[in-house]
Structures are given as C-alpha cells and as structure tokens.
Antibody, heavy 122, light 107 residues
Framework: EVQLVESGGDLVQPGRSLRLSCAAS????????MYWVRQAPGKGLEWVSS????????GYADSVKGRFTISRDNANNSLYLQMNSLRVEDTAFYYC???????????????WGQGTTVTVSS | DIQMTQSPSPLSASVGDRVTITCRAS??????LVWYQQKPGKALKLLLH???RLESGVPSRFSGSGSGTDYTLTISSLQPEDFATYYC?????????FGPGTKVDIK
C-alpha cells in the first residue's frame, strides 16, 4: 500500500524552529517529486515547497522562502521540512504529497498523508 | 503568479443532481490542471489530471473539461459519498496554486 506518514508537528513560539518529517512506503521514493502543502484552520490549500528526485530542483512559496528548507533522504524514503523563524501565520495542517507521474517536473499530487499540525503561538 | 478562482461556493445539491464546479485561471495553463476531493479526517484524493483524465479508481460519474483559462468538474449524478470540498490546482508553473475550494453540501 502506498502511504505517506507525517510527523513532527507541535506547538511552538514565534521565532522558533521545527522539523517535519514524512515517511514514505509502498513506492519507489526516489522516482518521484515530493511536496509539502499546508492548510490553515478553516482555509484552503497552499503549496509550500517541492523537491525533485535528487534535490537539484527545489521550489518554495514566497511566504516561506528563506525560512523553510525542504530536503529528502532517498535511502530512507523520507522527506523533510525544516521550518525556521516561525510566524503565527505558519499555523496550519502540513501535508506531505507525492507527484502522480515523475521525478523532475510537476504533474499533480496523487498520494497525500493525513497531515501534522503546526501551531505557532506565544 | 497564476490566481485560481472557483465557483460556486458553497454549492447545495441533492443526491442524484448533476453538479458542475467551475475553475478559472488568471492566465492560460494549457490543461495543466488537477482536481482534488477533500473530506474531513480523510487524506486528499486526486480525481482528475490534465483537466479531463480520470484517475484510476475514480468513479466515472466524475468528469472534467476545459481549455485555456476555464475548466469544469462535473459530477453526473451526485452520490452521498460525494459531499465534500473540491479544489482545483494548476501545475503549469510555480508557484503551484490552488483554487479556494467549493464545498458541496446537502440541500
């Protein structure tokens, strides 16, 4: 079964850091672009970041650029999101997702995790 | 950035109704569009890619069409399990952007 399981969400104070992880199973992890998408409480979906198979192509939303870093460990089938200088507006449910097609370009997300909650509050 | 809008929202319908959701991009996206379904407590589900191509396992009552900037998701006969929120998303260029969502609820 193809599965993504996020972890690492927590309640943190503004300005602090947090690292999210996503454990992948049931597919050849290195064959696919991976994504982080977030959803603030009661709001819609926002693309956060994406990474191609070897980390050579990475993209970030302007709202997180310079603060968040995406990475992957293909040997351990894991995706990460290092979140620094967290802001109240980063409070959201964070989802890990897999591209539906390939390892380098974007074609939509066909498998999603259940998400992990990040709350930034003093 | 490409802005995505959706209408209507919300959408009230009954079981058996034909339902159409519209998604509009602020510039042409050359059919680089997907549709997702979101239900509370469930992982998001990809329904269609390339605007009109049904994902494996998705019921045939779901269909998509469109070109250029305007796209639609149609449910030919709404079933109880279809009450959910639907999002479109363009993958033509980064930043990848989603529509605001259309919640389909019971009339």
């Amino acid at each position: 079964e193809v599965q993504l399981v996020e972890s690492g969400g927590d309640l943190v104070q503004p300005g602090r850091s947090l690292r999210l992880s996503c454990a992948a199973s049931g597919f050849i992890f290195e064959d696919y672009v991976m994504y982080w998408v977030r959803q603030a409480p009661g709001k819609g979906l926002e693309w956060v970041s994406s990474i191609n198979w070897n980390g050579g192509r990475i993209g970030y939303a302007d709202s997180v650029k310079g603060r968040f870093t995406i990475s992957r460990d293909n040997a351990n089938n894991s995706l990460y999101l290092q979140m620094n200088s967290l802001r109240v507006e980063d409070t959201a449910f964070y989802y890990c997702a897999k591209d539906r097609f390939g390892s380098s370009d974007y074609y939509g997300m066909d498998v999603w995790g259940q998400g992990t909650t990040v709350t930034v509050s003093s | 950035d490409i802005q995505m809008t959706q209408s209507p929202s919300p959408l009230s319908a009954s079981v058996g109704d034909r339902v159409t959701i519209t998604c509009r991009a602020s510039q042409g996206i050359r059919n680089s569009l997907v549709w997702y379904q979101q239900k509370p407590g469930k992982a998001l589900k990809l329904l269609l890619h390339a605007a009109s191509r049904l994902e494996s396992g998705v019921p045939s009552r779901f269909s998509g069409s469109g070109s250029g900037t305007d796209y639609t998701l149609t449910i030919s006969s709404l079933q109880p399990e279809d009450f959910a929120t639907y999002y479109c998303q363009q993958y033509y260029t980064t930043p990848l952007t989603f529509g605001p969502g259309t919640k389909v609820d019971i009339k």
